[in-house]
T-cell receptor, first 115, second 110 residues
Framework: DARVTQTPRHKVTEMGQEVTMRCQPI?????VFWYRQTMMQGLELLAY????????DSGMPKDRFSAEMPDATLATLKIQPSEPRDSAVYFC?????????????FGPGTRLTVL | SQQGEEDPQALSIQEGENATMNCSYK?????LQWYRQNSGRGLVHLIL?????REKHSGRLRVTLDTSKKSSSLLITASRAADTASYFC??????????FGTGTRLQVFP
């Protein structure tokens, strides 16, 4: 049963602390997306990678957010320093990239609370 | 910014009734997809309709697309309590980058 996994599922931290979220895409998928979901802004694309290379990170605040794919089985999203406005649910999704008719497979999300 | 807006924002119906959700978007698209999100979960892909298609069916789901009006609708027939979820439309243009709408919260009462 292939699925996207994310860790941690919940994270509570204090303002100023570093937060790292991890995602394991479905084996064989070559595209990974990071989204943020809030009540006010809805679902926003932060960044996405194809074959581990960043394709678009225009939705990501560059001063504090960074996204990487150290290898094909791991994507990370880091916030440093974290702020209360970063509180949200962060989703990772993966897919077979390079075609525009492909669905995305979402992980369960990381619920981040910054106090 | 979001490409699509769903209407209504929330919908409550009884089991067995049909549920219709609408999505409007702003720019040209290559395809439009519908996703479901159960409370506390990630999104699950339901159906994809290409810009040159007008209607598509999948089980109890029927999707229509009107590119001249930049709108789509999702019809769920004979709804069940398990259909209770939020439903999002998402559009794609030249790449597999999706722009999601604001979502419709559907509540189906037994």
């Amino acid at each position: 049963d292939a699925r996207v996994t994310q860790t941690p599922r919940h994270k509570v931290t204090e303002m100023g602390q570093e937060v790292t979220m991890r995602c394991q895409p479905i084996l064989g998928h070559n595209t990974v997306f990071w989204y943020r979901q809030t009540m006010m802004q809805g679902l926003e694309l932060l960044a996405y990678f194809r074959n581990r290379a960043p394709l678009d990170d225009s939705g990501m605040p560059k001063d504090r957010f960074s996204a990487e794919m150290p290898d094909a089985t791991l994507a990370t999203l880091k916030i440093q320093p974290s702020e209360p406005r970063d509180s949200a649910v962060y989703f990772c999704a993966s897919g077979w990239g390079g075609q525009i008719y492909n669905e995305q497979f979402f992980g369960p999300g990381t619920r981040l609370t910054v106090l | 910014s979001q490409q699509g807006e769903e209407d209504p924002q929330a919908l409550s119906i009884q089991e067995g009734e049909n549920a219709t959700m609408n999505c409007s978007y702003k720019t040209s698209i290559n395809n439009l997809q519908w996703y479901r999100q159960n409370s506390g979960r990630g999104l699950v892909h339901l159906i994809l309709i290409r810009s040159n298609e007008r209607e598509k069916h999948s089980g109890r789901l029927r999707v229509t697309l009107d590119t001249s009006k930049k709108s789509s609708s999702l019809l769920i027939t004979a709804s069940r309590a398990a259909d209770t979820a939020s439903y999002f439309c998402a559009t794609a243009l030249y790449t597999d980058k999706l722009i999601f709408g604001t979502g419709t919260r559907l509540q189906v009462f037994p």
